[in-house]
């Protein structure tokens, strides 16, 4: 996994704070100190995508007769499932505060 605000990568065990449940889990860059997390709705969208072309391909070989309306309907689920994995990206949802640094010294050194 990759922070979105600093760019490194995060191990699944350097991670020490977590907040929220279920699919609007946010966790804690242990980096740069920022909370990721992904979107709710398209997680949501993501496993309706999933369950529904499921259900439709085993509807497509155990109901012949709905055969036609399966795949239609397996063909929309698959797009919607496609779709909402590549726009579900990690974001960050709140950004560490800026430190507002002396620079003035570092200014004269270079003058």
Same mark, same amino acid.
């Given at each position: 996994?990759?922070?979105?605000?600093?760019?490194?990568?995060?191990?699944?065990?350097?991670?020490?704070?977590?907040?929220?449940?279920?699919?609007?889990?946010?966790?804690?860059?242990?980096?740069?100190?920022?909370?990721?997390?992904?979107?709710?709705?398209? $997680?949501? =969208?993501? #496993?309706?995508?999933?369950? &529904?072309? *499921? +259900? !439709?391909?085993? $509807?497509? =070989?155990? #109901?012949?007769?709905?055969? &036609?309306? *399966? +795949? !239609?309907?397996?063909?929309?689920?698959?797009?919607?499932?496609?779709?909402?994995?590549?726009?579900?990206?990690?974001?960050?949802?709140?950004?560490?505060?800026?430190?507002?640094?002396?620079?003035?010294?570092?200014?004269?050194?270079?003058?």
């Amino acid at each position: 996994m990759n922070c979105s605000h600093c760019y490194r990568s995060i191990s699944i065990n350097s991670i020490a704070h977590q907040r929220g449940k279920g699919l609007a889990t946010e966790v804690q860059c242990p980096h740069c100190d920022a909370w990721i997390g992904r979107s709710p709705r398209l $997680a949501r =969208f993501k #496993l309706l995508g999933f369950y &529904t072309t *499921a +259900i !439709a391909l085993g $509807a497509i =070989f155990l #109901l012949p007769e709905y055969k &036609t309306v *399966a +795949i !239609a309907v397996a063909i929309f689920a698959a797009i919607l499932l496609m779709v909402s994995h590549f726009m579900d990206q990690m974001k960050t949802i709140e950004a560490p505060p800026q430190v507002e640094e002396d620079v003035e010294a570092h200014r004269r050194k270079y003058r």
